[in-house]
């Protein structure tokens, strides 16, 4: 009988020690895929398109954010207005002043922005 408690013993304790083996590797595989903290790529930009009443735009600003707080997204973000309503328009000028990551501009104007605020180049046609 105790050679049998003794085997379960060593089954449970065995079981137990791979997985804690397999969530430290798993740990740091995810360590190691996530891009450095705190760094912000200059040359990166996130550009919105936003027409109309754009209803998920301050949504989808904030997830971005978000994402780059978290360390899983670098760079900033442009909203690039095509045409937005006045209502729309109004929120995304608050997005805009609420952080410096975060740029407004109409669609004519985003190569200029891209040009004058962060030394980008406007190739096109």
Wanted: charged share 20%; net charge positive; aromatic share 4%.
């Amino acid at each position: 009988m105790t050679m049998t408690l003794r085997a379960v013993v060593e089954i449970v304790m065995t079981g137990l020690l791979v997985a804690c083996f397999a969530a430290i590797v798993i740990t740091m595989i995810r360590i190691l895929r996530r891009p450095a903290a705190g760094t912000c790529t200059p040359q990166l930009f996130t550009v919105i398109v936003a027409s109309g009443n754009a209803h998920k735009l301050e949504h989808t600003v904030q997830s971005l954010l978000w994402l780059r707080e978290n360390g899983k997204l670098g760079g900033r973000v442009l909203i690039a207005d095509c045409g937005l309503s006045a209502e729309s328009r109004k929120v995304a000028e608050l997005l805009a002043e609420r952080s410096a990551l975060i740029t407004l501009c109409s669609q004519a104007d985003l190569p200029f922005v891209l040009e004058e605020k962060h030394g980008l180049r406007a190739s096109g046609p």
